[in-house]
C-alpha cells in the first residue's frame, strides 16, 4: 500500500482466438481499450515461447539475452509477431499478439495492451512495425486526432470517441465504469 511508484490500475483478460485460454494485461488506462490494436508480451512472459513457431525461437533468445546485459532505455524497440490473435473483450476485434523488448515482465503481467495512439511507446513501437494507430481519446476543447498526421501519441485524458456505450463519457468516468463493467462480466478486476 506505501509502495513508492506503484501504479492503479485494472487487470483485463484477453481471450486468445480459438482456445479457452486468456492473457491478462494490466492497464492504467482502460479508457483506452478501444485503441488497442495489439498485445504484446514480454520476452520472458511464459506463453511467450508456447505462441511462437520454433523457428523464432532464435530471436526470442536474442531479445531475452539483449535485454539482460542493458539498461531498457538503451534498448531499441524490436518486435516478433507471434502469428497469434487474441479478442479484445470489449471491441470483439482480433488483435495480433507481438512479443517486444520493452516491455518488462516485473511490471504488472508482463503483457501490455498496446494503445499506440494515447502511449508514446506503444506509438514508436507500432510505427516501427506497421501496426495501426487508433485514436479514441480526444481533448475536451478538441477534435480527435487523425492518424495518418500524428507524430507522438495523446497521452491525456479527455474525451471517449468510437468506444462504444462509453463514447463521449470523460476519461476519469470511464476509467471506473469500464474496471467495473469487465468486473461484472467476468474478464478483468480493479487492481493497483
Known amino acids: 500500500r506505501n509502495w513508492i511508484g506503484r501504479s492503479e490500475g485494472a487487470e483485463v483478460d484477453f481471450p486468445l482466438e480459438n482456445s479457452g485460454r486468456r492473457i491478462r494485461v494490466f492497464t492504467t488506462r482502460i479508457d483506452t481499450i478501444f485503441g488497442a490494436t495489439c498485445l504484446i508480451l514480454a520476452p520472458e512472459h511464459p506463453l511467450a515461447d508456447e505462441l511462437i513457431a520454433a523457428s523464432q525461437r532464435p530471436k526470442l533468445k536474442a ?15 524490436d518486435g516478433l509477431f507471434t502469428g497469434q490473435y487474441a479478442i479484445n473483450p470489449f471491441s470483439h476485434e482480433r488483435m495480433p499478439i ?95
Not at 481519446?137 to 474525451?159: C, K, V
Open 98 to 192: 507481438w512479443i517486444g523488448n520493452f516491455v518488462l515482465m516485473g511490471y504488472g503481467t508482463g503483457a501490455i495492451m498496446a494503445v499506440p495512439a494515447h502511449d508514446q511507446r506503444d506509438f514508436e513501437f507500432c510505427r516501427e512495425f506497421g501496426i495501426p494507430v487508433r485514436p479514441v481519446i480526444r481533448p475536451a476543447d478538441g477534435e480527435l486526432a487523425d492518424e495518418s498526421s500524428m507524430t507522438e501519441a495523446f497521452p491525456d485524458y479527455g474525451i471517449l470517441e468510437n468506444s462504444g456505450q462509453w463514447s463521449g463519457s470523460t476519461s476519469e468516468q470511464a476509467c471506473a465504469d469500464m474496471a467495473d463493467y469487465a468486473r461484472r462480466e467476468g474478464f478483468g478486476n480493479p487492481a493497483v
Open 63 to 77: 531479445m531475452i539475452d539483449a535485454a539482460a546485459r542493458k539498461d531498457p532505455g538503451e534498448l531499441k524497440k
